[in-house]
């Protein structure tokens, strides 16, 4: 099978079995949705979950987090991984908001890992799930369960990863395609004991191919 058509059936399927999939995240403006993929490093979406309304209470915009302490901050989103550390970054990016974009969150990928906390994975989320941007964001679900579809190839970093899916999926398709990775890898392509049984693209899946008996049928040319 080439790379092509496991792109082209896979895509398929999550689009007939998955076709609004979506973030996890609460959020209802840019700036929630940046403070929200900021404290989901290294953390579950369902614990950023817990922090966040408390947290938009007491900083509904940029501009009440921009006059915020870092200790102020800390107590808010102390139940997190690495409080420490996103509390300076929230505080600094919402100050380099307010002074330098006039506190409208920037929707170019470039631009937005100018943020304090800011990598290429939190920006083409911003780009992608904001602005529909043909961004694609690659996290350790993403990385891993590309790699094991037979999506990538070989590929040693996320950015790497992340230049081989934009380069088959069609850009329309990119800002959903995040989420269908992520989410499949979130509850069926799990690190440990993916469900291999259970999942529906596991006809076109390398993993699959390699871990049932059958090697040769799906490797990659």
């Not at 082209?8 to 403070?35: G, K, R």
């Not at 790699?147 to 970093?157: D, F, M, S, V």
């Not at 790497?160 to 850009?171: D, N, S, Y």
Request: overall charge positive; charged content about 20%.
């Amino acid at each position: 099978m080439k790379r092509e058509e496991r792109y082209t059936f896979v895509l398929n399927w999550f689009q007939a079995n998955n076709p609004e999939a979506d973030t996890e995240l609460h959020y209802y403006s840019p700036y929630e949705l940046l403070v929200a993929v900021i404290l989901s490093a290294q953390c579950t979406d369902k614990r950023v979950n817990q922090i966040t309304p408390a947290f938009f209470e007491r900083f509904p915009d940029v501009y009440t987090l921009s006059s915020a302490s870092v200790d102020e901050i800390f107590l808010l989103i102390r139940s997190c991984s690495y409080p420490n550390n996103k509390a300076r970054h929230l505080l600094g990016l919402a100050r380099m908001l307010v002074v330098d974009f006039e506190g409208i969150v920037p929707s170019d990928v470039d631009t937005l890992q100018k943020l304090p906390g800011v990598g290429r994975k939190t920006a083409n989320v911003i780009a992608s799930v904001i602005f529909n941007q043909p961004a694609m964001a690659v996290d350790t679900h993403v990385f891993r369960v590309a790699a094991r579809i037979g999506l990538t190839w070989r590929a040693k970093t996320p950015h790497e990863a992340e230049k081989q899916l934009v380069r088959f999926i069609p850009p329309r398709l990119i800002p959903r395609a995040h989420h269908w990775l992520i989410l499949h890898g979130r509850y069926v392509c799990k690190a440990r004991n993916p469900k291999c049984q259970q999942c529906g693209i596991a006809p076109w899946c390398r993993y699959f191919a390699r871990t049932s008996g059958n090697p040769k049928k799906y490797r990659l040319p």
